[in-house]
């Protein structure tokens, strides 16, 4: 049984129609690449394989269940086996970056103490390289610091798969490395990733992984592009 099942899938705001209609299936261990241009749906598909967004027709299985079906015990299972890095971050804006931290070990972890939390937090920042104080807010921050903490947050529960939209954007060259090197590691650990990016060296190493594969978003619709030429 695939990891996901995505079974024509729509999602309409008031004023478009932005998914018309897409199936797809995701192995365990598997590396989904979302590619197309700007506009065509990619963030939107992603949060709807993710179960952020309710299609407003088809649905998504996890594991064989309707994401939108799930008891609440279900839903916080599936939500801690998956993270989530979103394009603009996402971090809490009135929290500080420990609170940031925090609030994903406080939701799934509830067992670890309050020093095993902060130490783990501490690991979670020399890993992805994050050295400023976690007394600052986002704000605080320039936009590749907070992607920074956002995949520090992603990463913090262990998760088995990792939804991650442009996760190197705002870094430069030696940030997007290392993130890189490190998302090399998930995925040959046996993890699932599903990742929507524009760059061309991601894409590439990306592709690089065993059990990889990449589709064109157009319009909505869902092209399959094994043949994607970089
Ligand atoms: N919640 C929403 N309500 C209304 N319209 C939306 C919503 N989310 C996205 N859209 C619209 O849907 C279309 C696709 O947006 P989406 O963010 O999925 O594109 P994208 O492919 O990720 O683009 P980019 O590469 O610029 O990030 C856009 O026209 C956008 O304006
Ligand atoms: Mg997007």
Redesign the pocket.
């Given at each position: 049984m695939a990891l996901f099942s995505v079974e024509s899938v729509k999602?309409s705001?008031?004023?478009?129609d932005?998914?018309k209609g897409v199936s797809m299936e995701i192995e365990m261990g598997s590396v989904t690449g979302?590619l197309?241009?700007?506009?065509?749906?990619?963030?939107?598909?992603?949060?709807l394989v993710a179960g952020i967004?309710v299609p407003t027709g088809g649905r998504v299985l996890f594991d064989g269940k309707d994401i939108q079906l799930m008891s609440n015990v279900e839903n916080k299972t599936f939500r801690r086996r998956c993270s989530y890095v979103f394009?603009d971050s996402a971090l809490w804006a009135n929290q500080t970056i420990e609170q940031n931290l925090n609030l994903p070990l406080q939701t799934h972890n509830q067992s670890m103490s309050r020093d095993e939390r902060s130490s783990r937090i501490r690991r979670m920042c020399e890993i992805v390289r994050f050295n400023r104080p976690l007394s600052l807010r986002p704000v605080d921050l320039s936009m590749g610091e907070q992607k920074r903490v956002a995949f520090a947050r992603a990463l913090i529960n262990d998760p088995e798969v990792l939804f991650l939209?442009?996760c190197t954007e705002s870094l430069d060259q030696d940030g997007s490395d290392h993130i890189l090197s490190l998302l090399v590691d998930f995925i040959n650990s046996g993890k699932t990733v599903i990742y929507?990016s524009?760059r061309s060296e991601f894409i590439d190493i990306m592709n690089r992984s065993r059990n990889s594969r990449v589709y064109d978003?157009d319009a909505?619709f869902l092209r399959g592009a094994d043949d994607y030429e970089i």
């Open positions: 999602f705001s008031r004023t478009q932005i998914i979302l197309g241009r700007s506009g065509s749906g990619k963030s939107t598909l992603l949060k967004l394009q939209d442009e929507v524009h978003i909505g």
